[in-house]
Nanobody
Framework: QVQLVESGGGLVQAGGSLRLSCAAS????????MGWYRQAPGKQREVVAT???????NYADSVKGRFTIFRDVGKNTAVLQMNSLKPEDTGVYYC?????????WGQGTQVTVSS
């Protein structure tokens, strides 16, 4: 069974920074994709950033140049460094792990950016 435990998040003023961490445990293939998604109130969940076990990254256009995702493959952890935060970045952030056709989610962590 795979579990994802998230940490970080909180309240920050616009222009500030936050760091989210996700630790995966369980039976995890060495070939996988970890990522962060977010869901704002009244909106659908959207992808923020993903990173493969080979280190290839993808970012939503809205966060390019501000957010950085990196990971420690050996420890199955992924970190999302968020800089220059904007009020529109507010939402619940979820860690995701994809192994083949299977997907796993963390419990979510709240990020609130005040203007």
């Amino acid at each position: 069974q795979v579990q994802l435990v998230e940490s970080g998040g909180g309240l920050v003023q616009a222009g500030g920074s936050l760091r989210l961490s996700c630790a995966a445990s369980g039976s995890i293939s060495s070939l996988n994709v970890m990522g962060w998604y977010r869901q704002a109130p009244g909106k659908q969940r959207e992808v923020v950033a993903t990173i493969t076990s080979a280190g290839n990254t993808n970012y939503a256009d809205s966060v390019k140049g501000r957010f950085t995702i990196f990971r420690d493959v050996g420890k199955n952890t992924a970190v999302l460094q968020m800089n220059s935060l904007k009020p529109e970045d507010t939402g619940v952030y979820y860690c995701n792990l994809k192994i083949g056709v299977l997907g796993y989610w963390g419990q979510g962590t709240q990020v609130t950016v005040s203007s």
